[in-house]
């Protein structure tokens, strides 16, 4: 999905000091000139807060897309503790037992070798340090369901792409399968949507269909007009319900010979 409208929608949706307060602070308040990194940095809305916050921290991110680099560099320019890196998570350039705290916030859902993805973490991550995964799961639950076209659609994305709607009940295992010690898991709704959906989310959603569907090779462009128009057709009916789960989980990397107790 490297459309240059992404890194607009992915900034639209999301509040980045409410993501970085609820979820990131109590992770790294006590640290001092930490080395953090995000993992999938999108449009660096994270970086920057980060940045801001902690001026004796090192921040860096990384995305593998070129559009999106660009624009978290922009985002970023004037902060000297803050970078922006175009990389592949399977192939970190950054050297073994680097970073004190890893996060990674929606990159997993699309990834599709999740445990190699986190291998190459654990192995940037250093003995002591943090990962912090949060994905979604359970994404495109709807009451009434969705037809059997558009849900063979998801079926046929995730075969071809990788695209799991369900990764987050397996985060707990993909850490620990990488190295990780397990510490913590919390889940709460997410993309809740409860009967009409309002003008601002439909906008939203009416783009992330777009360019999902633009250009997909495994589908012709009448039956992605199909599938979208259902999609926000649903959305629009006022005795629908939709949600997905937010899964966020947090790992720590144990010292050689040391065990870790939660
Ligand atoms: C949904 S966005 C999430 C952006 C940001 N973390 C957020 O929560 O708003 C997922 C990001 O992961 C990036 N991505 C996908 N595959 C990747 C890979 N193999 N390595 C690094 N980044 C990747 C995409 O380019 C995209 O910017």
Not at 211 to 224: V, Y
Not at 232 to 245: A, G, I, P, Q
Not at 256 to 262: D, E, K, L, M, T
Request: hydrophobic share 40%; charged share 25%.
């Amino acid at each position: 999905m490297d459309d240059p409208r992404e890194a607009g929608r992915l900034e639209k949706k999301v509040n980045g000091s409410e993501v970085v307060d609820k979820y990131l602070r109590k992770h790294i308040d006590d640290l001092q000139g930490a080395k953090v990194l995000e993992a999938g940095c999108g449009p660096g809305v994270f970086l920057r807060v980060l940045a801001n916050l902690y001026p004796g921290f090192s921040i860096t991110g990384v995305d593998i897309s070129g559009h999106r680099i660009e624009q978290a560099n922009l985002k970023l320019s004037g902060l000297k503790n803050a970078v922006a890196i175009q990389a592949d998570i399977y192939k970190l350039p950054f050297p073994d037992d680097h970073f004190d705290f890893i996060y990674s916030r929606f990159l997993f859902e699309y990834l599709q070798y999740p445990v190699a993805a986190a291998k190459e973490l654990y192995r940037v991550c250093k003995p002591g340090g943090k990962l912090l995964l949060q994905d979604l799961d359970s994404q495109f639950t709807f009451y009434p369901e969705l037809g059997a076209q558009l849900k063979n659609m998801l079926q046929i994305l995730k075969q071809r792409t990788g695209f799991d709607p369900d990764i987050g009940r397996k985060l707990f295992s993909v850490g620990k399968l990488a190295g990780f010690s397990f510490a913590d898991i919390e889940s709460e709704m997410y993309h809740k949507v409860m009967g009409q959906i309002d003008e601002f989310n439909l906008g939203l959603w009416n783009l992330k269909l777009d360019i999902a569907l633009n250009g997909t090779s495994f589908i012709s462009a009448e039956q992605a007009g199909k599938l979208k128009a259902e999609m926000l057709r649903s959305l629009l009916d006022e005795n629908t319900v939709m949600f997905s789960n937010l899964f966020t989980l947090t790992y720590k990397k144990c010292r050689p010979g040391s065990a870790f107790v939660n």
